[in-house]
């Protein structure tokens, strides 16, 4: 079973431009997650997904980030525009679903950094 | 606001050793609980979980979890270099979301 994919791998960006990360989940898995992890610290939700609807993104800053998950599957995460504080590992994760048993599976990461 | 610690460490432990995660939490209604392990630069991987009070074992790795008392603890029998990494605690209550601790780190030197 392939894992959840997530690319870029790496990006570096100037301060105000835009950048965008892609995740494609484990095939079957209905729940999709966006984290944000700084060094030091456990992954913080950003966003999650039941199949194309966003449930939960009360910690999304809205103002510059957008995300979307067309036809339930893939899913793209944007900020427009960056800032420095942006700067963290971008993880995208999926599961089954949200009951007792059911763990993450974590994708690579996006590590960004803004200059 | 629903908090998970843990103590950041690092925790040192010789080879062979049993290695002893703590993790406390503040929701009571908090209903399963998850280990991670993540190896630097690497992105989180699930170990095991558990929902009810008492052990669970697996392999060298034992969750404890003790709902009076708010925490859940990893123990690693036999530690190994190999399992020097951060592990993350998570917990998950009624919003079925879980949420993570900053995560000890681990170091097993031979």
């Known amino acids: 079973e392939a894992g959840v994919v997530q690319s870029p791998r790496y990006k570096i960006i100037e301060k105000k431009q835009p950048v965008a990360f892609w995740c494609n989940p484990i095939?079957?898995?209905?729940?999709l997650y966006w984290y944000l992890q700084n060094l030091g610290q456990g992954p913080e939700l950003l966003i999650r997904?039941?199949?194309?609807?966003?449930?939960?993104d009360s910690q999304l800053p809205k103002d510059r980030f957008s995300a979307e998950r067309l036809k339930g599957v893939d899913s793209t995460l944007k900020i427009q525009p960056a800032e420095l504080g942006d700067s963290a590992v971008y993880l995208c994760?999926?599961?089954?679903?949200?009951?007792?048993?059911?763990?993450?599976?974590f994708g690579s990461g996006t590590r960004l950094t803004v200059v | 606001q629903k908090e998970v610690e843990q103590n950041s460490g690092p925790l040192s432990v010789p080879e062979g050793a049993i290695a002893s995660l703590n993790c406390t939490y503040s929701?009571?209604?908090?209903?399963?609980f998850f280990w991670y392990r993540q190896y630097s630069g690497k992105s989180p991987e699930l170990i095991m979980f558990?929902?009810?009070?008492g052990d669970k074992e697996d392999g060298r790795f034992t969750a404890q979890l003790n709902k009076a008392s708010q925490y859940v603890s990893l123990l690693i029998r036999d530690s190994q270099p190999s399992d020097s990494a951060t592990y993350l605690c998570?917990?998950?209550?009624?919003?079925?979301?879980?949420?993570f601790g900053r995560g000890t780190s681990l170091i097993v030197h031979p």
């Open positions: 929701d009571r209604g908090s209903q399963s």
């Open positions: 997904y039941e199949n194309e609807e966003a449930v939960d």
């Open positions: 558990i929902y009810s009070n």
């Open positions: 998570a917990v998950k209550g009624g919003s079925y979301i879980p949420t």
């Open positions: 095939s079957g898995h209905n729940t």
């Open positions: 994760a999926s599961s089954h679903g949200t009951g007792e048993g059911d763990g993450y599976t």
